[in-house]
Structures are given as structure tokens and as C-alpha cells.
């Protein structure tokens, strides 16, 4: 079965704050199936669950700060989670003072272990998404090893590809070594000759990377991001959907 693809609505979030349903039935219309959504735009759970199901699409997940995850905050997270039809509870940033070391590392490591085990009844799961700083290393680890390295298979691994290659990592390795955990995958282009390429006219080894995805990486949707300042959003997203099809995908 194809893994679905999905858009990160960060992409066109410009688009999105001055028309958030037009925007998104755009999105649609170019062939998505699903959107992973970056702040709601003052709309509630119910709202937007009516957006996307008009428009036959699926929320592939959504990016939210560590903090809606923690305390009192949790339980509401779910229940908005739960009307909104969304199972993936992705964390795309940490506090560098969270992250300044090792140890912070390891601690956060057993925080995610522990919220995995709390949403776990409600059929969700949550995940980290990387930037390229993860890629480095600390304390004589690459961080995003330190990180993976000590928490459940149940924590999704989002390995945005662009985003690893600007900081040295390139993305079949890392697909390699955590099998089962990329659950949700950023295909993000990179190229060093072209810094505006769209996913296609980019260097990465997408083949390569697809077939990881499909094989071992236990991947459920790609969800495309494109973020260069400067580009037509919507166009850029549309050329990449079409490169992805034309890679049989």
C-alpha cells in the first residue's frame, strides 16, 4: 500500500494567516492527502476537523511546543487531538537551555518516555522533529543519537531530510539505524549549487531514501516541507508533490 503524502502547513503558513481555508483547499486540490498542522489559527478542533473533512483529507499531525505536553496542559492537548482525528503529537523544537549538554539530552530522552506512555491509551504517540544542530556532536555523541538512542520505539523519530543534511547528516544512516521509528517523514530538498530547488531538482538520494521508508523505517506518511523565504509557497509545494509522483510515489 503507498504511503500517503501530506503537506506541513508551515510551508505556506504566510497563505495560511490570511486565508486558512482557501489556503488549505488549495493544498488539496494539487493532490495532498493530508496536512500536518504548525498553530490553529484561533480555530477550534471541531472547525478544523470540519475543514479537512470536507476537503476528504486527514490531519497527518501537528506542531506543538514540549510545554502542551506537560502537566495540565496534557490532557487538554489530547482531547483537542482527539476531535481533530490526529494520533501524531510532533515536538519541533527544544529549548536550547534543555539541550545544552548530555545530560539534558538523556533527561529529556526519559520526559519523552514518559508522555509516549501517557498519550499511549488515547492511540497516540509523540515525536521530535529535528533542525541541524542535532547532527552535531556532544560530548562525544552525535545528538540525535543521544536522543533516539534512549527512548522507546513508541516516540517517533520525524527525520526532516533537509534540515539533516544542512547539518552534516545525511539521512540513510540514521533511517538505518532506528528501524520502525521514522513514522512521519519531512521530505525536505536540499541542494548546496541550488538553495531555492524544490524536492527533484535537489541532491538528495530520494530513491535511497524512499525505499528505507517503505522497507524498514515503518513509515505511515511523507509529509513534504518547503520553507525558503522568497519562493512562491504554493508553487514550490505543488512542485514537489509532482516530483514525488513522478518518482512513483
Keep these: 500500500m503507498a504511503i500517503p503524502i501530506g503537506l506541513q502547513l508551515y510551508s505556506v503558513r504566510k497563505e495560511c494567516a490570511q486565508d486558512l481555508p482557501g489556503t488549505v483547499a488549495k493544498v488539496a486540490k494539487m493532490g495532498y492527502q493530508g496536512v500536518e498542522f504548525a498553530g490553529y489559527h484561533n480555530r477550534s478542533a471541531k472547525d478544523l ?12 499531525g501537528t506542531h506543538i ?9 496534557l490532557p487538554k492537548t489530547i482531547e483537542f487531538n482527539k476531535v481533530l482525528g490526529n494520533t501524531y503529537l510532533i515536538v519541533p523544537w527544544l529549548d536550547e537551555k534543555l539541550r545544552g549538554n548530555r545530560a539534558g539530552w538523556l533527561k529529556l530522552a526519559a520526559e519523552f518516555n514518559a508522555i509516549a506512555d501517557k498519550v499511549k491509551p488515547h492511540g497516540m504517540q509523540v515525536g521530535y522533529h529535528n533542525h541541524h ?6 560530548d562525544g555523541e552525535v545528538q540525535w543519537d543521544t536522543f533516539f538512542g534512549n527512548t522507546k520505539k513508541e516516540v517517533i523519530m520525524q527525520f526532516d531530510t533537509g ?4 547539518g552534516g547528516g545525511d539521512p ?5 539505524r532506528y528501524p520502525g521509528r521514522a513514522t512521519t517523514v519531512h521530505l525536505k530538498p536540499f541542494s548546496k549549487s541550488n538553495p531555492n530547488a524544490c524536492i527533484g531538482e535537489d541532491e538528495l538520494p530520494w530513491k ?16 513534504v516541507e518547503y520553507e525558503v523565504e522568497g519562493v512562491p509557497a504554493l508553487t514550490a509545494v505543488e512542485s514537489c508533490l509532482k516530483a514525488i509522483k513522478a518518482m512513483g510515489r
Design 208 to 223: 535511497t531514501i524512499f525505499d528505507l521508508c517503505e522497507k524498514s523505517a515503518g513509515t505511515k506518511w511523507y509529509i
Design 172 to 176: 540513510v544512516p540514521f533511517l538505518e
Design 65 to 73: 511546543g514540549l510545554n502542551t505536553l506537560q502537566g495540565d496542559e
Design 133 to 138: 544542530v542535532e547532527f552535531t556532536a556532544m
Design 163 to 166: 534540515n539533516a543534511m544542512k
Design 49 to 60: 476537523k470540519k475543514m479537512i473533512d470536507d476537503l476528504g483529507l486527514k490531519c497527518c
